[in-house]
C-alpha cells in the first residue's frame, strides 16, 4: 500500500509538472507575441517580501479592495522594459500594475468581474475571488485572456477525482466591466485527476498487479492568426493517460483528442474530450 501510495504520488506531481508546462507552452514574452503563445504569471507567495507598504500601495488605489485577512493573489509577468502585475481582489476585481517602489503603486488597468457569472464555492457560497490560471493567452493583436476556473471535487469510496473547468475571458483594455460578452470560450475541460477502487476483497488486493482506475488528463492550446476575425483561431488537444484496475504499469494507455474551439460554446469540448471518464458527475 505504502509503495502505491508513494508511486501514484510521484505520478501526480509529474502530470501536473507536465500539464503546466503544456498547458503554456512558453519560455518568454518576445517569443509568445512572434509565436502566438501564452505566457506565464509567476504568484508572488510573499507580498511583504515584495513590498513591505503593499496594503498602502494597492489597497488605497481606485477601485480596489483588499485586506490581510484575504489576501489577494498577484502575479509578475516579465516584459521586455521590465515587468508588470496582474493582481486578483477580494472584491472581484483583475487589475494590471506597475510598481514605480515599495509603497507606490500605478494601477494601469481594471476589470471587475461583478457581472460574469463565476462559479459557486464549493460549499455552495458565492465566489469572493476569481480563481484563475496563473497565464495569458493570445486572443487577438493586443489582447489577451485569462482562464477562469471552475474546480470541482468529488469522492468515492477508496478514491475521488478532481476536475477543473475553464472559461476563457478577454481582458479588454477598453472595458472595464466584465460580462458573458467577453467569455471568449466557455466549459472548457482544463485538467483532471481520477482514482476509483477497483479490489475489494484480501485475494483482489494481493493477486491484481493495480487495484484502481486511474486517470489523469490536461488541456493544451495552438493559436493561429486570422483575417476573418479580430480573434485568433484556438485549437484545442485533451491529452489523456488512463491505466485500468487489473493490468500492469505497461498497459497504461495516453490518448489525443484535438478540436478546433467555437467562441462560446459550453458544450462541444465536453462532449469531444474524455475528461476522466465524462467529467465531473451531474454535469
Given at each position: 500500500?505504502?509503495?502505491?501510495?508513494i508511486?501514484?504520488?510521484?505520478?501526480?506531481?509529474?502530470?501536473?509538472?507536465?500539464?503546466a508546462?503544456?498547458?503554456?507552452?512558453i519560455?518568454?514574452?518576445?517569443?509568445?507575441?512572434?509565436?502566438?503563445?501564452?505566457?506565464?504569471?509567476?504568484?508572488?507567495?510573499?507580498?511583504d517580501?515584495?513590498?513591505?507598504?503593499?496594503?498602502?500601495?494597492?489597497?488605497?488605489?481606485?477601485g480596489?479592495?483588499?485586506?490581510?485577512?484575504?489576501?489577494?493573489?498577484?502575479?509578475?509577468?516579465?516584459?521586455?522594459?521590465?515587468?508588470e502585475?496582474?493582481?486578483?481582489?477580494?472584491?472581484?476585481?483583475?487589475?494590471?500594475?506597475?510598481?514605480?517602489?515599495?509603497?507606490q503603486?500605478?494601477?494601469?488597468?481594471?476589470?471587475?468581474?461583478?457581472?460574469?457569472p463565476?462559479?459557486?464555492?464549493?460549499d455552495?457560497?458565492?465566489?469572493?475571488?476569481?480563481?484563475i490560471?496563473?497565464?495569458?493567452?493570445?486572443?487577438?493583436p493586443?489582447?489577451?485572456?485569462?482562464a477562469?476556473?471552475?474546480d470541482?471535487?468529488?469522492s468515492?469510496?477508496?478514491?475521488?477525482?478532481?476536475f477543473?473547468?475553464?472559461?476563457?475571458?478577454?481582458?479588454?483594455?477598453?472595458?472595464?466591466d466584465?460580462?458573458?460578452?467577453?467569455?471568449k470560450f466557455?466549459n472548457?475541460?482544463f485538467?483532471?485527476?481520477?482514482t476509483?477502487?477497483?479490489?475489494?476483497?484480501?485475494?483482489?488486493h494481493k493477486?491484481?498487479?493495480h487495484?484502481?482506475?486511474?486517470s489523469?488528463?490536461?488541456?493544451?492550446?495552438k493559436?493561429?492568426a486570422?483575417?476573418?476575425?479580430?480573434y485568433?483561431?484556438?485549437?484545442?488537444?485533451?491529452?489523456?493517460?488512463?491505466?485500468?484496475?487489473?493490468?500492469?504499469?505497461?498497459?497504461?494507455?495516453?490518448?489525443?483528442?484535438?478540436?478546433?474551439?467555437?467562441?462560446?460554446?459550453k458544450?462541444?469540448?465536453?462532449?469531444?474530450?474524455?475528461?476522466?471518464?465524462?467529467?465531473?458527475?451531474?454535469?
Open positions: 500500500m505504502a509503495r502505491h501510495l508511486k501514484k504520488l510521484l505520478r501526480l506531481d509529474l502530470f501536473l509538472l507536465l500539464a508546462v503544456c498547458i503554456l507552452g519560455q518568454s514574452t518576445a517569443q509568445a507575441q512572434s509565436q502566438l503563445q501564452a505566457v506565464r504569471l509567476r504568484e508572488i507567495k510573499d507580498l517580501k515584495l513590498d513591505p507598504n503593499w496594503i498602502m500601495g494597492v489597497c488605497n488605489l481606485p480596489l479592495e483588499c485586506n490581510k485577512v484575504e489576501v489577494p493573489r498577484l502575479f509578475e509577468r516579465k516584459t521586455e522594459t521590465g515587468r502585475f496582474y493582481a486578483v481582489m477580494v472584491n472581484r476585481t483583475i487589475s494590471r500594475l506597475e510598481m514605480k517602489a515599495p509603497g503603486w500605478q494601477l494601469l488597468n481594471r476589470w471587475s468581474f461583478e457581472k460574469y463565476l462559479p459557486t464555492a464549493q455552495g457560497s458565492e465566489a469572493r475571488m476569481i480563481d490560471h496563473p497565464a495569458l493567452y493570445p486572443a487577438g493586443g489582447l489577451w485572456a485569462v477562469v476556473l471552475d470541482k471535487l468529488e468515492y469510496s477508496g478514491g475521488g477525482a478532481q477543473v473547468i475553464a472559461d476563457f475571458v478577454t481582458l479588454d483594455p477598453a472595458i472595464t466584465i460580462d458573458e460578452d467577453q467569455r466557455g472548457i475541460p485538467s483532471c485527476n481520477k476509483v477502487r477497483a479490489c475489494f476483497t484480501e485475494k483482489e493477486t491484481s498487479p487495484c484502481h482506475d486511474e489523469t488528463g490536461y488541456l493544451t492550446l493559436y493561429a486570422t483575417t476573418a476575425s479580430r485568433y483561431d484556438w485549437t484545442a488537444t485533451w491529452n489523456e493517460t488512463s491505466w485500468p484496475a487489473g493490468v500492469p504499469l505497461s498497459k497504461e494507455k495516453t490518448t489525443q483528442q484535438t478540436l478546433a474551439l467555437k467562441p462560446d460554446s458544450s462541444e469540448a465536453f462532449d469531444a474530450f474524455a475528461f476522466c471518464d465524462g467529467g465531473p458527475a451531474g454535469r
